[in-house]
Antibody, heavy 116, light 108 residues
Framework: QVRLQESGPGLVNPSETLSLNCTVS????????WSWIRQPPGKGLEWIGY???????RYNPSLKSRVTISIDTSRNHFSLRLSSVTAADTAVYYC??????????WGQGSLVTVSS | QSVLTQPPSVSGAPGQRVTISCTGS?????????VHWYLQRPGKAPQLLIS???NRPSGVPDRFSGSKSGNTASLTISGLQAEDEADYYC??????????FGGGTKLT
């Protein structure tokens, strides 16, 4: 059974860069699409972007200028970087894996608060 | 404002049936892309409920069913149980090779 686990700082200063890792266990990171999805407190889900194991990426147009998703197949993990953060970027960040076109596997989520 | 439109809330009594709609456009659902549904309980990660418009993953009760027609998809829950109280989200791929979510529906 594939398991995903997010890790990273829970507090980020405004204007700085948010960085999160997602470690994949129970399966290979190869031959799959890996995504980041976030959920502001009390609000709905927002798709951030995905990366294929080969390194190709696609981002939400509204975040594209600030987002970078990368992958390290040798360490079975992928990462999210979101630059120039503001309070509006405060959210629970989930990593997830696509299977047969749907997000079948999710991490437990990592709350990131943007505040000084 | 979400790209896919869902009612903010629906309610029903135990044993009743409720339907949640998810309306998109010709850029996503109407383009022929599959719709997937997720259930999210408070403080938990979303979990896949319906994939490919109408397919139930292993372990999902057959009380849950999905359908799609044109630009709109629907999730129907029959024989409501107290444990069904949760938030429900739809999602679809898009012509722009991105994913979009509905705003979510709270089932009471």
């Amino acid at each position: 059974q594939v398991r995903l686990q997010e890790s990273g700082p829970g507090l980020v200063n405004p204007s700085e860069t948010l960085s999160l890792n997602c470690t994949v266990s129970g399966g290979s990171i190869s031959n799959s699409y890996w995504s980041w999805i976030r959920q502001p407190p009390g609000k709905g889900l927002e798709w951030i972007g995905y990366i294929y194991y080969s390194g190709s990426t696609r981002y939400n147009p509204s975040l594209k200028s600030r987002v970078t998703i990368s992958i390290d197949t040798s360490r079975n993990h992928f990462s999210l970087r979101l630059s120039s953060v503001t309070a509006a970027d405060t959210a629970v960040y989930y990593c997830a894996r696509l299977r047969d076109g749907a997000y079948a596997y999710w991490g437990q989520g990592s709350l990131v608060t943007v505040s000084s | 404002q979400s790209v896919l439109t869902q009612p903010p809330s629906v309610s029903g009594a135990p044993g009743q049936r409720v339907t949640i709609s998810c309306t998109g456009s010709t850029s996503n659902i109407g383009a022929g892309y599959d719709v997937h549904w997720y259930l999210q309980r408070p403080g938990k990660a979303p979990q896949l409920l319906i994939s490919g418009n109408s397919n139930r993953p292993s372990g999902v009760p057959d009380r849950f069913s999905g359908s799609k027609s044109g630009n709109t998809a629907s999730l129907t829950i029959s024989g409501l149980q107290a444990e069904d109280e949760a938030d429900y989200y739809c999602t679809s791929y898009t012509r722009g090779s991105t994913w979009v979510f509905g705003g979510g529906t709270k089932l009471t």
